[in-house]
């Protein structure tokens, strides 16, 4: 085991790139970075206050390594946005109205919302940007109001597995 976060780091979410980086969230609410070996956090995203965004949760890396898709969490869950960062002008897209959302390697992105649906969508990683209209693939999911997650997981070769919700 080795320590690569000291302190500062909020339970929302991690994802590991494959550009040797741990993609985290900062307990100032923004989506932060450290090298694998360890070492200071570096600051990748920032809050837009103007609509009582708080925190980027549920980092995950893009392929690529431009690109960061994240949770936008507002005045509340409901509000909550799914929003792929540029990491190097800074420019935000909104991809869907749902609070958490996971890059699929199928070229796909899959939303959970609050009523309980997943929805999948077509998806571009390069350019950020949703590619064709999101179908319903599931329903009664679990919904964590808390974290703002849906409780699923999908395996890297297509397998979904779901916590049924009400």
């Known amino acids: 085991p080795r320590l690569v976060v000291v302190d500062s780091v909020l339970p929302w979410g991690a994802d590991w790139g494959d550009d040797g980086y741990l993609y985290?969230?900062?307990?100032?609410?923004?989506?932060?970075?450290?090298?694998?070996?360890?070492?200071?956090?570096?600051?990748?995203?920032?809050?837009?206050?103007?609509?009582?965004?708080?925190?980027?949760?549920w980092p995950q890396m893009l392929p690529g390594g431009r690109k960061l898709l994240v949770q936008s969490w507002r005045s509340s869950v409901a509000m909550s946005e799914a929003l792929v960062v540029d990491l190097e002008s800074g420019e935000r897209t909104t991809i869907a109205k749902a609070a958490y959302a996971r890059y699929l390697r199928s070229g796909h992105v899959i939303v959970g919302t609050l009523d309980g649906n997943l929805s999948v969508m077509p998806f571009d990683p390069r350019r950020g940007l949703v590619t064709g209209d999101?179908?319903?693939?599931?329903?009664?999911?679990?919904?964590?109001?808390?974290?703002?997650?849906?409780?699923?997981?999908?395996?890297?070769?297509?397998?979904?597995?779901?916590?049924?919700?009400?």
Do not use: C, K, M, W
């Not at 985290?24 to 809050?47: D, N, S």
């Open 134 to 166: 999101p179908v319903v693939i599931e329903q009664n999911v679990d919904f964590d109001l808390t974290s703002g997650a849906s409780q699923f997981t999908v395996a890297d070769n297509g397998l979904l597995l779901v916590g049924p919700g009400g």
């Open 24 to 57: 985290v969230v900062h307990r100032g609410g923004y989506a932060a970075r450290v090298r694998v070996a360890g070492g200071p956090l570096e600051r990748l995203t920032q809050l837009d206050t103007s609509v009582a965004e708080f925190e980027h949760d």
